[in-house]
Structures are given as structure tokens and as C-alpha cells.
């Protein structure tokens, strides 16, 4: 691959003496390597038990052992099961709040981001605080109604927990598709006398089916990956999914790599497999109308259904977003969070605990914010390599760069761990045991982020700019220093944030990389909830949903900016 | 403090020489400046100690403050499941990274695995002087610091009817009731093959059968059988079940008389600790007469002669202990697990 990077290509690359763009590229390369295909193939290594022998051991005994098949079973259960459950909340969200004059439209929009960026974790935490078996607020509640509770930790509780997290991925696909569809032929089916529903069924819906299957199909795919609410809710129920499983391969000793490394193999090929039947469903059946700038359509007025329907519709948004934070916020101010909230109840220990006293506390706060911040700003500046050398070169071997920046998409924390212990505990690049090796989890999680949202910016700005700078004399650094780093700052910012928002909370990854030491927020929220000290971890939940929520208010003003520069920027153009 | 409600009769000792020397358990603990075998001077230059534990952290507290202030070396620790401990120590050694400056663990098994690999050395504290020689590694690469009986813990308002023995728990009025522990890599094994191996797999199976709730810690569970979610649970930790029962909680527990399982915990050093003569310094203080005390305080029983045990319980002389073949434990770790996972589900790392 070396080679095909080198060779002179592209009549821009050609104008160079020294190549500033070749060297960038290999930079890039280089990067995408060590972080994402050196550790692939360690993985793959690994499940063939290298370096310690060599053998099928590790796939055999994946396929043969009960123990390995149930999580396989569970983790297909569990995409499905969670698939179907996020369609019934993201479809008829996203059509009450794209084509009626439904009531709350905006705050509907905003609970579902803010039900998004929640750690799906602390939502476990938070529904075992509100739907624990007996002493859960709710089920406590409904006892008392003389009514049957739910029991959070079964295999529904986990379906439940999981599709309130990833129903937003649907929602937002679908409500861009919505978006997207051009009004007049719901106005031209409308007036040649078709009813609402009618046109509803007959017309929008069959133009928005793949957002909406595809939606399914990727909230699916990420509901295998969530290693925090599968552990938290899933193991005390003694339901195994296949991340799970393979942190008790890995976290048990002696650690058997092979078979975790075959298992992960497997998550890997479920994952990709849903990613591709999503792709491939929205080629064949693309939204004929999509594309130009189609009629609005009108929306439809709901009359006095306005404030119901809303309110129905609140409801699993409530659940999702506003009722963890709120329980969580309850339960780290209460000396027994089982206790009503009375004065006699309310304390500040716990925050003192979490801030101050507990060791792993304090030092997980602080390397996730060091973490987080490194990350985002490591992997916005591969991302934007990424981005540009796709965009405005036609270096050879950009190609390669572009399909490595997709590859992490295709990995569950989890699997990534595993490849990267295996990789980077061993000479000649030993990380293990460092905080570097958390760092590099975090930037391969967040390259194909970083690299799409940098190309978005990129594609913001016409290239006639910066050629102009290049023909005016300005050299080729000069040009993006000058014309197009200023242009995009405000979108790369926008995707720094992006990053730093889920690498502040890393659990999947983190669980099986961190050492004494290097612990995280999220591994002490972890931790301490084995240990059941429930109030401090929803002391360190809430300081961790405050950070969430402080970089949210940033972004929404960040992105409400860059909309206008990104006006401004195309009229230049 | 009222005294723990002993319900077992006092027994035969059943296992003579292993624990005879620790459960002599004598009068008071004398308060004194503990000896020790460590570069006092190089321990203050390394400044800092990391304890790789599995002991409960509020006890863990409790120990290393006057440590710190005696000898103004920082001590950190990372705190886990035995398994958790292990398996990071593994991990680091085959990084060539190892942090821990000294680690315990209630898994004997454990330590054999880290013997194995050579990735202890040898250290002979003056502070473990009176542990008896059996509850020693023979090469001085660990030593027993503790011994944790798996009880059987209740409601007191919910636990009909009340459990005395390990037989009582197979009750099918237990049905839905029951409650025990094991984290997802398998802590909570040891003790139930060791019961298993006293009173026959069938016992594990029948408890199975009452659909046990399984939670991942003693600290968990215990707060499962305190707020009545459960009524009853087995094989959870002696000093967790005293904790509970001492704060007031509605809970009580008890030493079955036909025997209980005992789980040896030990503390050794590593021979690649990055702060060697600190690690050195704070075994000897942790093994030490006052380091031992604030475990006992803490409601553990200590693996010296002359530390009383946890104010209430019973010395264990009086209790009938069930040892298991600790080298067993270790060479047939993966079929005990495996036997498990098939006997209850879930996920035991096996």
C-alpha cells in the first residue's frame, strides 16, 4: 500500500517540489493503520490463537459451546426486538412533528437529541432506580395501586432501556426523509381527492419506507453494540449477549483470547450485515422526489387533537430522557435513594464522595475530560486529512484512507477492545497498561464521525477559494491555513464536540482497556454500581449529564452559527 | 453493639492443622508500631503505593489512612472482584506494565496462578510471624491475610421459614426468594464448588431450581436481602452480612453448623512493582497487628493468631470451616465454571 501512496499521480500533487499533500497522506495513512488495521488484524490473528499457538480452537469452541451460542442467539433477539421497538416510538413522532402543527414540536425534537447523547447506561441505572422489582419508585407505586410491576431485569427490561436510547436514530432519519419529500406530490394526491390518511399510506409513507426500515435495521445494529445496558440490566438476569460474553472470556482469568477474538468476529459479521442490508435497501428503493427544493407541504392542523396527541407523544420522551436525569438528580441528593425525598433525606455526601473521597471517582472525572478533549481534537484533525485529500486531491491512494476511516463503523466497542489489547499488549508497540491505548480506542471510535462531518464542512466550501489563493501565489499550507481552516472552523468545532461528547462517556471500550489509573468516569460509574453504591454513582451521573449538557447548549448555538456561515460561505462560492 | 446471635452450636473442629493456628483467636489486639522488613527510607522516596484489592473499600479506607499519616506515603488503589484483580495483574505482566505495587485477593487460586507465572517474590515480614505456617506459601510468594465464611443471610421480616442450614434454602417455600452472588467472571465460584464438594452438586442444582436471583457483589446482594426484594440468600460474605446486620438493617445471618465454606484471601508482592520498598512497607503494615485490627473492625477475620475476630462473631474455632483443595480450584477453574454456567446460566467467564 506503501508503494500505491507514493506513486506521483494527480496533477495537483504534481505541482509540489516537496509535496506537502503526499506527505500528509501517508501521515494519514500511517494513522489509519496503526489505529484501525493493525489491531483488525490482530483480531483476526488472535481468533486463530496467536501468538500462542495456532489453531480453530478459538471458532470451534464459539460455535460449539452452549455458553457461547446463547449470547448469539440473544444479541439477534435483542437487534430485533429492539428494531421494532424504536420504530413504534420514532414513526409516529417523526411524522406528528414533520407534517402536523402537533403541540411541543420543538421540545419533542429536543428530548429525542437529548435522549440520544444520554449514556445508554445511566438510563439502566436510572430504570433500576424506577422500575427495580420491588423496590423501584414505579413498580412501588403500582404495588401500592394493588397493581402487577415490571421487572426491569429481564430481556424486555433490556429491549425497553435500549430502544429509549437508539429510537432517535430512526426519528431523525426518517424526519430528514420527511423533509426531503417533495410536498407536491402529496398536494397533487390531495388534490385529486385523496383523503389525509389516504395520502399518508399511499403517498408518503411508501416514499419514506427505507428511512424507515433502515432506521430499524441500524437502531438494531446499535443496540448489539451497547455493553452498558446489556451488563447492567442484562447480568443480573443471567441473560448473556455476545459483548458481554466477551468481557467474561476476556475478564476472567487465565483470559482466553481466541475464543473472545472468535466471538468477536461474529459480533462483527452481525454488525456488518445490518449495515449492509441497510445500504443496500436504500439504493434499490432511493426517494424518487428527494433532491431538489420541493413545495412544503402544509401541515396538517390537528385542531383540538393538537395538545393530546402531543402529549402522547411526550410520554416515551419523557421516559427516555427526562425521568433518568430527573430520577438520578433525586437519588444523588438522597442519603437512601429508596427513601422518599424528604428534608430529613436530602444531603450533599454524595457529591462530595463523587468529587472529592472516592479515588477511582475523582481520577475517572479527570482522565475522561483529558481523554475526551485529545480525542476530539486528534480525531477532528484525521477526520479533516481524511476529508480534504477525498475531496480536493486526486492523490492516489485516498481511496484506501476513505475506506479505513469507515472500517471502525463496523466494530462494537467491544470488538475494538479486544483487537487493541491483542494488538498493543505485546511488543513492538506495548500501550496496555497506559492512558495511550484508552486514547487510541477513542479516536478510532470517532474517525468515521469526525471524517464525515469534515467532509460536510469541506463540501461547504467551493475549492475555487482556496484555488484562488493558490494562484495568486499563496502556497499550498498558506491556503488552508489562511482561506480554508477560517471558513470551516465553526463545523469543525460543531465536529469536535460531536466526538467529545460520546468519548467523555466510553464504557464499552474502557471496561476492558483501562488500568489502575487510567480509570474513567464511566468505569467508576461502573464499578461503584457493582459495588451498589447507587447515590454515589448518580452523584457522578449527574456531573457527568451536566458536562453532556453544557457541550449539548454549545453545539445548538455552534450549529445554529455555522448554518449561517455555511450561507454565507456558499454565496462566496 | 449487641453481640451476634450465634446460631449454630459450637462444633468439632473439622479441619484440624490448616486453620487450627489462625483460630486460636486470642484476647485483644496489643496496639503497636508494626515491625518491618522494608527500606523505610526508599519507601518515603518512592512516595507512593498502588494496592491491587478485592477487599470492600470502605474497609480498604479504613487501612490505609494511618498508613498515610504515620509514614506520608500516598497509597492508590484499584479496586475489583478477585477475578477483575487477577485478570488486570495477568494482563499488565504479559504488557510488561504491572502497576501493583502489592495485591490481595480472596482467591488462593489466584495467587497459584500468579505463582506460576513467576510474577511474585518471595518476602518474608516480620508481620506475619504469627499467621500459621500453612496459611503460607511455603516459598513466602503470598501469604493468607484473611478468611471470608460464606453465610447465609435473611430478612428478618420476610424469611419464612428461617434458614439455619444449607438444607433449609432447597425449601420450595423458597421459590422465587433466593438470592446469591457472582460477578460476570466468576467470584462467586470458589465458594460453590466448595460447598458442592462438602454437600453434593445436587444442593447447587435444587437451589437452582428455586430460581435464584444472582447479583454481581456481596454488597449488592446484601442490600437486595435488606430492602426484602429477596428473603434469603446463600454464600455471601461474612463481614457484609455483619455490616448489614450492625447498621440496624432488618437483617440477620448465620454459620451453618454442618459447616461453612471459608475463602482464604492473600496479599503478595509483585516482582515487577514499579514502588518496590513502598509495597513492601504497606504489607508489612497490612499484615501487621493495627493494619489486621482495622480489618477485624471492618468485620473480617484475620489471619493472625492474635487478632480477635469482627466484635459479635464467633471465634472460629467454634465454627465448623469448609476448606477447599485450593489447587483443584486452580487446575480445574474452567470446568468448574463451566459446570456452573450449566447448573444456573448467565455468564461465569468460563
Redesign the interface.
Known amino acids: 500500500m506503501g508503494r500505491l501512496i507514493l506513486t506521483p499521480a494527480a496533477p495537483i500533487a504534481r505541482r509540489a517540489r516537496l509535496n506537502p499533500q503526499r506527505l500528509v497522506l501517508g501521515l494519514g495513512v500511517a494513522a489509519l493503520l496503526l489505529f484501525v488495521a493493525y489491531p483488525l488484524l490482530w483480531l483476526v490473528l488472535g481468533a486463530f490463537g496467536l501468538p500462542r499457538g495456532f489453531g480453530l480452537a478459538g471458532f470451534t469452541r464459539s460455535f460449539t459451546r452452549?455458553?457461547n451460542v446463547m449470547p448469539m442467539v440473544n444479541t439477534v433477539v435483542l437487534a430485533l426486538g429492539v428494531g421494532v421497538c424504536s420504530l413504534l416510538i420514532a414513526v409516529p413522532l417523526a411524522f406528528a412533528t414533520a407534517r402536523t402543527d402537533v403541540a411541543l414540536r420543538r421540545v419533542l425534537n429536543a428530548l429525542a437529541g437529548l435522549a440520544y447523547v444520554l449514556p445508554p447506561y445511566l438510563t439502566a441505572v436510572a430504570y433500576i432506580i424506577l422500575l427495580?422489582?420491588?423496590?423501584g419508585h414505579i413498580n412501588r407505586a403500582l404495588a401500592w395501586a394493588g397493581l402487577p410491576g415490571f421487572n426491569i431485569?429481564t430481556g424486555y427490561g433490556v429491549v425497553f432501556v435500549i430502544s429509549l436510547h437508539v429510537f432517535a436514530i430512526p426519528y431523525f432519519l426518517i424526519s430528514e426523509a420527511l423533509a426531503s419529500v417533495d410536498g407536491a406530490m402529496e398536494e397533487a394526491a390531495r388534490m385529486l381527492g385523496g383523503s389525509r390518511w389516504a395520502v399518508l399510506r399511499r403517498v408518503t409513507l411508501p416514499l419514506v419506507a427505507p428511512a424507515i426500515t433502515g432506521g430499524g435495521l441500524l437502531a438494531g445494529v446499535a443496540s448489539m453494540a451497547l455493553f452498558g445496558p446489556q451488563?447492567i440490566l442484562g447480568?443480573?438476569a443471567?441473560?448473556?449477549y455476545l459483548p458481554?460474553?466477551i468481557?467474561?472470556?476476556?475478564?476472567?482469568?487465565?483470559?482466553r483470547y481466541a475464543e473472545a477474538s472468535a466471538m468477536s468476529l461474529v459480533l462483527v459479521v452481525l454488525t456488518v450485515a445490518g449495515l449492509a442490508a441497510q445500504r443496500l435497501y436504500l439504493g434499490r428503493r432511493s426517494y424518487v422526489t428527494v433532491g431538489g427544493k420541493g413545495v412544503r407541504p402544509a401541515r396538517w392542523a390537528l385542531g383540538a387533537w393538537r395538545w393530546p396527541l402531543g402529549l402522547l407523544l411526550l410520554l416515551p420522551l419523557l421516559l427516555a430522557a427526562v425521568a433518568p436525569v430527573a430520577v438520578l438528580a433525586l437519588a444523588a441528593v438522597s442519603k437512601v435513594w429508596?427513601q422518599a425525598p424528604t428534608l430529613d433525606n436530602l444531603t450533599l455526601a454524595h457529591f462530595q464522595a463523587a468529587l472529592f473521597d472516592?479515588?477511582?471517582a475523582v481520577r475517572g472525572l479527570l482522565n475522561s475530560l483529558k481523554l475526551a478533549t485529545a480525542a476530539a481534537t486528534v480525531a477532528v484533525l484525521i477526520g479533516v486529512t481524511v476529508a480534504y485529500l477525498d475531496l480536493r486531491t486526486r492523490l492516489r491512494g485516498r481511496t484506501a484512507l476513505d475506506f479505513l476511516a469507515i472500517l471502525p463503523l463496523g466494530l462494537p466497542g467491544t470488538v475494538l477492545a479486544v483487537a487493541l489489547?491483542q494488538a498493543?499488549?505485546?511488543p513492538p508497540l506495548?500501550?496496555?497498561?497506559?492512558i495511550w491505548i484508552l486514547l487510541v480506542a477513542y479516536i478510532a471510535r470517532a474517525i468515521p464521525l469526525a471524517a464525515r462531518s469534515a467532509n460536510v464542512a469541506l463540501r461547504q466550501v467551493d475549492a475555487s477559494l482556496e484555488e484562488a489563493a493558490r494562484i495568486t501565489g499563496a502556497g499550498w499550507v498558506a491556503s488552508i491555513r489562511r482561506i480554508l481552516l477560517p471558513l470551516i472552523r465553526p463545523s469543525l468545532l460543531l465536529g469536535w464536540l460531536l466526538v467529545f461528547i460520546p468519548s467523555l462517556s466510553e464504557l464499552s471500550s474502557t471496561i476492558l482497556l483501562y488500568?489502575?489509573?487510567t480509570?474513567t468516569i464511566s468505569v467508576a460509574i461502573y464499578?461503584l454500581n457493582?459495588?451498589?453504591?447507587l447515590e454515589v454513582v448518580a452523584a457522578l451521573s449527574v456531573v457527568l449529564i451536566g458536562i453532556i449538557l453544557v457541550a449539548l447548549l454549545l453545539l445548538q448555538a455552534l450549529s445554529a452559527r455555522s448554518r449561517t456561515s455555511v450561507g454565507t460561505a456558499s454565496a462566496t462560492g | 453493639m449487641q453481640r451476634t446471635r450465634i446460631t449454630t452450636p459450637i462444633t468439632r473442629r473439622r479441619l484440624g492443622g490448616l486453620i487450627a493456628a489462625a483460630a486460636v483467636a486470642g484476647g485483644g489486639w496489643r496496639p503497636a508500631r508494626a515491625a518491618t522488613g522494608a527500606d523505610v527510607a526508599k519507601a518515603k522516596a518512592e512516595g507512593k503505593v498502588?494496592l491491587?484489592t478485592s477487599l470492600?473499600?470502605k474497609i480498604v479506607d479504613a487501612v490505609i489512612k494511618p498508613f498515610t499519616a504515620q509514614y506520608g506515603i500516598k497509597v492508590?488503589?484499584?479496586?475489583?472482584?478477585s477475578?477483575?484483580v487477577?485478570?488486570?495483574l495477568?494482563?499488565?505482566a504479559?504488557?510488561?506494565?504491572?502497576?501493583?505495587d502489592i495485591v490481595d485477593a480472596s482467591d488462593i487460586g489466584?495467587f497459584l496462578?500468579m505463582k506460576q507465572r513467576k510474577l511474585l517474590r518471595a518476602y518474608d515480614s516480620p508481620a506475619t510471624a504469627t499467621v500459621a505456617a500453612n496459611l503460607k506459601d511455603p516459598d513466602g510468594m503470598w501469604v493468607a491475610d484473611r478468611l471470608t465464611q460464606a453465610v447465609i443471610q435473611w430478612n428478618t421480616a420476610n424469611a419464612v421459614p428461617t434458614p439455619a442450614h444449607w438444607e433449609d434454602l432447597a425449601d420450595p417455600r423458597f421459590m422465587g426468594k433466593l438470592a446469591f452472588f457472582s460477578?460476570?467472571?466468576?467470584d462467586g465460584a470458589p465458594r460453590l464448588y466448595t460447598l458442592a464438594t462438602a454437600f453434593g452438586w445436587k444442593l447447587l442444582e435444587r437451589y437452582a431450581a428455586l430460581k435464584p436471583?444472582?447479583?454481581?457483589?456481596p454488597?449488592?446482594m446484601?442490600?437486595i436481602i435488606e430492602?426484602?426484594?429477596r428473603s434469603a440468600g446463600f454464600l455471601t460474605n461474612d463481614n457484609i452480612a455483619w455490616r448489614s446486620k450492625l447498621q440496624g438493617k432488618a437483617t440477620d445471618y448465620c454459620f451453618p453448623a454442618e459447616g461453612v465454606p471459608t475463602e482464604l484471601g492473600a496479599v503478595g508482592l509483585p516482582a515487577a512493582a514499579p514502588h518496590p520498598n513502598a509495597g513492601a512497607l504497606f504489607y508489612d503494615w497490612w499484615m501487621g497487628a493495627a493494619g489486621q485490627a482495622l480489618l477485624a473492625d471492618g468485620g473480617k477475620y484475620s489471619s493472625r493468631a492474635d487478632v480477635a475476630p469482627p466484635k459479635g462473631n464467633p471465634p472460629l474455632s467454634s465454627l465448623k470451616l469448609i476448606v477447599p483443595d485450593n489447587q483443584k480450584l486452580f487446575t480445574q477453574r474452567a470446568d468448574i465454571?463451566?459446570r456452573l454456567?450449566?447448573i444456573?446460566?448467565?455468564?461465569?467467564?468460563?
Open positions: 452452549a455458553a427495580g422489582p420491588n423496590a431485569f451488563a447480568l443480573p443471567q441473560l448473556v458481554t460474553r468481557f467474561g472470556a476476556i475478564s476472567s482469568y487465565p483470559p429508596t472516592n479515588q477511582t489489547l498493543f499488549i505485546h506495548v500501550l496496555y497498561g497506559t488500568s489502575s489509573g480509570e464499578r457493582d459495588l451498589g453504591q | 498502588m491491587y470492600d473499600t492508590e488503589y484499584y479496586r475489583g472482584g477475578a477483575d487477577t485478570a488486570k495477568l494482563a499488565e504479559d504488557a510488561g506494565q504491572v502497576r501493583a489466584a496462578a460477578s460476570s467472571n466468576g436471583l444472582r447479583l454481581t457483589s454488597q449488592v446484601t442490600q430492602s426484602g426484594e465454571l463451566d454456567t450449566s444456573f446460566g448467565g455468564e461465569w467467564g468460563g
